[in-house]
């Protein structure tokens, strides 16, 4: 949930960062954050174990808000058009729409929505096709533990993320 008088995905009030009183080793960090952005994300994956991993490391970052998740292609779509998230997390094979046509799509109707895949899939074929479709990250499921955060820092600030050791598609 949203802090308290947060905006919707694009900026947050200032806040002035001060110890709680509590210095004990749980709270010694537990800091209030200095004025930061707050990102909405999707969710989009057919496997609930996935998501629910996804979702928990997305979780862990006070900057991340994950507004809404999806178990398949349309109704990621349905959600992207209903929330205009900043960003949508997407698993490349899908039911309904696979995640390089609901990447095409969103990419067309939401330019400003950025996308992320996440695939067992890669191949260069497909992360060519991802970033073909308009998606601005490909990160490998077997390495979202160490790469998902950095990916979405990155395709939020503007560029472009792919996890290594993959390397840029030839088109």
């Keep these: 949930m949203r802090p308290?008088?947060?905006t919707s995905g694009r900026s947050a009030p200032n806040r002035i960062a001060k110890p709680n009183g509590d210095l004990s080793a749980e709270n010694r960090t537990r800091i209030e954050p200095i004025g930061y952005t707050m990102h909405s994300i999707v969710l989009a994956d057919d496997h609930a174990v996935v998501r629910q991993s996804l979702k928990r490391l997305l979780n862990q970052q006070a900057d991340f808000h994950l507004v809404g998740e999806s178990g398949n292609g349309l109704e990621a779509l349905s959600l992207v058009k209903q929330l205009q998230p900043d960003l949508l997390v997407t698993d490349l094979m899908m039911p309904g729409l696979n995640g390089l046509e609901v990447t095409r799509r969103i990419r067309l109707s939401f330019p400003a929505t950025r996308v992320i895949?996440?695939?067992v899939n890669c191949d260069e074929p497909y992360v060519a096709g991802a970033f073909r479709c308009g998606a601005n990250g490909f990160v490998m499921k077997t390495a979202c533990g160490r790469h998902l955060v950095?990916?979405?820092r990155a395709v939020l600030a503007?560029?472009?993320?792919?996890s290594p050791p993959l390397?840029?598609?030839m088109d």
Aim: charged share 20%.
């Design 158 to 162: 503007g560029q472009r993320y792919l």
């Design 150 to 152: 950095p990916a979405v």
């Design 117 to 119: 895949v996440v695939s």
């Design 4 to 6: 308290e008088g947060w």
């Design 167 to 169: 390397t840029e598609p």
